[in-house]
T-cell receptor, first 113, second 116 residues
């Protein structure tokens, strides 16, 4: 298996633009997590899904952020409109039915100017 | 809610010296505990995990950790570090029996720097 695949690896956008981050989890995994990593706040859990259903989105910072999982092999995290304070590395991770380990993607480094 | 505290934000160590990275978690009936490593510009990689059984857990790259329920700790150790161990290390916890669901919560990280 290729592991968790995230795209793009780097994204630079202007303030106010819409940004969409993509994630392909490991085949057969039931859980998908979106994390955000910044120097100030460390690694924060934004939202996670179980069998494509959002379970806990309490970490989503505000309404500008939304996440979807239309099927078991694809998820998106969208920011609209983007702001400079959204600049961070966004990680996607997946886990099998019992969360005995989370497998991380390489991350997307987002810069909003 | 579960939480994790990593007591040291940075740990400088000389090469071939031993190291301990400290981690404490909020008490719960049962927990799964993890240590992850993040090399520069990369994602997180699992070093080791405690799910049940023996309290001494061995991981990759010569690391080990000990689960101490009475002290709610899960400290990471290595008897002799190498330059290649320079990275950020994250302790994490999940509660497998939580009704609020099984999410993994990470600590703030410890940056391990190895000096030659």
């Amino acid at each position: 298996d290729a592991g968790v695949i995230q795209s793009p690896r780097h994204e630079v956008t202007e303030m106010g633009q819409e940004v969409t981050l993509r994630c392909k989890p490991i085949s057969g995994h039931d859980y998908l997590f979106w994390y955000r990593q910044t120097m100030m706040r460390g690694l924060e859990l934004l939202i996670y899904f179980n069998n494509n259903v959002p379970i806990d989105d309490s970490g989503m910072p505000e309404d500008r952020f939304s996440a979807k999982m239309p099927n078991a092999s694809f998820s998106t995290l969208k920011i609209q409109p983007s702001e400079p304070r959204d600049s961070a590395v966004y990680f996607c991770a997946s886990s099998p039915i019992r969360i005995t380990e989370a497998f991380f993607g390489q991350g997307t480094r987002l810069t909003v100017v | 809610a579960q939480s994790v505290t990593q007591l040291d934000s940075q740990v400088p160590v000389f090469e071939e010296a031993p190291v301990e990275l400290r981690c404490n978690y909020s008490s719960s009936v049962s927990v799964y505990l993890f240590w992850y490593v993040q090399y520069p510009n990369q994602g997180l990689q699992l070093l080791l995990k405690y799910l049940s059984g023996s309290t001494l857990v061995k991981g990759i790259n010569g690391f080990e950790a000990e689960f101490n329920k009475s002290q709610t700790s899960f400290h990471l150790r290595k008897p002799s570090v190498h330059i290649s161990d320079t990275a950020e290390y994250f302790c994490a916890v999940s509660d497998p029996h939580s009704s609020s669901a099984s999410k993994i919560i990470f600590g703030s990280g410890t940056r391990l720097s190895i000096r030659p």
